[in-house]
């Protein structure tokens, strides 16, 4: 089966600017969660979707936004974008969201540089 | 807030040696899984344990939990090469949310 798509997988944008990015999960699956990796902080989580409604919420500022779609699809936003913004952008999808936790289905991430 | 330690940070080894890696913290997690990430990919899951003391096996890598349920390790026998990659461990948190290790980057020699 199809595995997590993201697009797109590369963007250059300036600091002021605002981006999004989309995130397909694998067919069936309703938990898409979001990560931002970059080489000083590693993986950090920015927030979990199940069934349209935001279920965690990492420690990132407003600037960064997310939403689910009916179709399990999600979006993340980041607005007036930073030059600490620039990093790898992965989306993960699930099919259980009870614990212990399933599988995380990861994306290939979109690269995202600010400058 | 529940942090994961892993060490080490860097890893360079010859192909044919043994490695352990280790994924600490001082909080408890409900279960604990182990990802390798290559280049230009996603991680992808290696195990999940969920058990305080529980060993797993796959293949040349065993994994272990420990008894607290507050650390792992990875352990791989004669490394080679597709070895290579990053070694992510990640926590679930008592509010369901999955958090990340900074990883231990491991490059195995030919």
């Known amino acids: 089966k199809a595995g997590v798509t993201q697009t797109p997988r590369y963007l250059i944008k300036t600091r002021g600017q605002q981006v999004t990015l989309s995130c397909s999960p694998i067919?069936?699956?309703?938990?898409v969660s979001w990560y931002q990796q970059t080489p000083g902080q590693g993986l950090q989580f920015l927030f979990e979707?199940?069934?349209?409604?935001?279920?965690n919420k990492g420690n990132f500022p407003g600037r960064f936004s997310g939403r689910q779609f009916s179709n399990s699809r999600s979006e993340m936003n980041v607005s007036t974008l930073e030059l600490g913004d620039s990093a790898l952008y992965l989306c993960?999808?699930?099919?259980?969201?009870?614990?212990?936790?399933?599988?995380?289905?990861f994306g290939e991430g979109s690269r995202l540089t600010v400058l | 807030t529940q942090l994961l330690e892993q060490s080490p940070q860097f890893l360079s080894i010859q192909e044919g040696e043994n490695l352990t890696v280790y994924c600490n913290s001082s909080?408890?997690?409900?279960?604990l899984q182990w990802y390798r990430q290559e280049p230009g990919e996603g991680p992808v899951l290696l195990v999940t344990?969920?058990?305080?003391?529980e060993v797993k096996k796959l293949k040349r890598l065993t994994f272990q939990f420990g008894d607290a349920r507050k650390d792992s390790s990875l352990h791989i026998t004669a490394a080679q090469p597709g070895d290579t990659g990053l070694y992510l461990c990640?926590?679930?948190?008592?509010?369901?949310?999955?958090?990340f290790g900074p990883g231990t980057s491991l490059s195995v020699i030919p």
């Open positions: 993960a999808s699930s099919y259980w969201t009870k614990q212990p936790s399933g599988e995380l289905f």
């Open positions: 067919s069936g699956h309703r938990s």
């Open positions: 979707y199940f069934s349209e409604t935001q279920r």
């Open positions: 909080s408890v997690f409900s279960s």
């Open positions: 344990v969920v058990t305080g003391g």
């Open positions: 990640a926590g679930e948190t008592s509010y369901d949310k999955v958090i």
